[in-house]
Each structure stands twice: as C-alpha cells, then as structure tokens.
C-alpha cells in the first residue's frame, strides 16, 4: 500500500525558549570550563567524545520521528534525510579521530572529509522538501539561493588566493565544501522565514534554526583553517554544539505533537 504524502499543515505547538536559552547558557559554559579549567589532555577528550557523540545523537532522534511520521509520506522521508546527514557528521568525526589519534595520519585529507561532505546535501534535501511542500519558490526566493552562496564563495576565493598565492589543490578542495555550506546557509535561512509565519509551526522554524546555526559554524570553520588558526579550543564550537541540541529539541517537539 501507498503511504499517504501528507504531512500536519501546521502544529499547534509551543516551544520554551527557556529551554532554548538553557542550551545556549549550557553549552557556553561547557566550553569554559573544557577550556579553562580542565587539563590539555582532559579538555581535548571531552572535546572529541563530544563532537561526535552530538550529531550521534540528532541522527537518531531524526530516525525516531521518521518512524513516528510513518503514514505522512514527505516529512518521513525529509526526517530519514535528516538523520543520514547527521549519521554521515557522525561517522566522519569517528574516522578522523582514528586517522588523528590511532593511526597517526594526517586526516586532510581523507575519507572522513567524504563523509563531512555528504552531511550537505542530505541536510539540503531535509529543508528543500519541506519548502517545496508548503510553499512555492518565487523569484525573489531563486535570487536568494543564487546571491547569498554567491557572496560567501566569491569572499573565500579572494581570501583563498590572498593565502594560498595560486588556485591549488587546497583552494579548489576548499571551494567545494564552502560552495556546499554557502547553499545550505541560504536555503536554511530561507526555511526559516518561511517557518517563521506559522504554516509549518515553530518546531520546524527551530529545527531550521538549529541546521542554520550548524552551518554558520562550518563556514567559520573554513575560514579558520584558511589561515591555520581552528584549534579544539576555538569559539566556532559553540554554534556546533548549540545547534545539535536546538534540532534535537525541535524533534522532540515533533514527536510530542504527532
């Protein structure tokens, strides 16, 4: 039997920006306190069982709403999307950790990029799905996911070239995941503002959120490695962490509500 690709058009639902702040709050003083108050040793640990046990953790709570959302077709399909993308983080930190730490390889690159590569296009589909099944892409929104990746793709070249001196491997193998990020950046932000008006409801305006705030981070993060200054220590950890867990309380609001 067909599944019926129906999905809520709106859940009534309300979210606790307490919570929200509570996430924010936590994770800034889970990076202080692994920072300044742990040891060298004991800080990159934690650091490390964490930046792969977070997207472990959206992976599976993306699953779980897939099965919750078993009879409405599109947003079963956008949550298993979901939750590949996450899986894909997940196994990409676990393969750079052994190539770092057990096998004493330099991880860039390596397969562990494969898989931090893929985690944009699954994620692109999970926001793609969702707007094409609750709203239509108007021009105005076409210029929007053209000149935004546009922006941010033209400022790493310039900046790109300005380190490097020459279009090497290492600037085109940049260009490849900035260009990703920049689009999902786009579309998410896009998601967002249409979220924002209440057709799909605020659970999907957070997740959305959340995916926005992950990105933002990694764009970031390109831009410090581009002039060798990312370290476990860096700032750029908390739009990771605090994402995560804004997209796991998202899902936890839609799985109440179903």
């Known amino acids: ?38 040891t060298a040793d004991d800080s990159e640990t934690i650091i490390s069982i964490f930046s792969f046990l977070n997207p472990l953790a959206v992976s599976i709570a993306s699953f779980i ?19 590949f993308a996450y899986l894909m983080i ?25 898989f931090f590569f893929l985690q944009y296009p699954l994620t692109l589909v999970y926001v793609i799905l969702n707007i094409r099944f609750f709203s239509s892409f108007s ?17 790493y070249s310039i900046n790109a070239l300005n380190e490097y001196g020459e279009a090497g491997f290492d600037f085109y193998y940049g260009l490849i995941f900035v260009s990703s990020a920049g689009v999902l950046l786009a579309f998410s932000i896009l998601g967002a503002t249409i979220f924002r008006d209440g057709l799909l409801g605020k659970a999907w305006m957070i997740l959305v959120i959340g995916i926005l705030t992950i990105t933002i981070g990694d764009i970031w993060y390109y831009y410090l490695e581009l002039i060798g200054e990312y370290d476990l220590s860096d700032p750029v950890n908390l739009f990771w962490y605090s994402g995560a867990w804004i997209i796991i309380y998202a899902l936890y609001k839609h799985k109440k509500i179903i």
């Open 65 to 83: 709403v897939a099965i919750k959302y078993i009879d409405a077709g599109v947003y079963r399909k956008a949550s298993i999307s979901l939750g």
């Open 1 to 38: 039997m067909t599944e019926p690709d129906i999905v809520p058009s709106k859940l009534n639902t309300n979210i606790n920006y307490k919570i929200i702040l509570g996430i924010i709050c936590a994770v800034i003083v889970f990076h202080i306190y692994v920072n300044y108050f742990s």
């Open 90 to 114: 997940f196994l990409g930190e676990i393969t750079y950790l052994i190539y770092d730490l057990f096998l004493d390889i330099d991880p860039y690159p390596s397969i562990a990029d494969v």
């Open 139 to 155: 021009n105005k929104y076409k210029a929007w996911v053209i000149i935004l990746p546009s922006i941010i793709l033209i400022s």
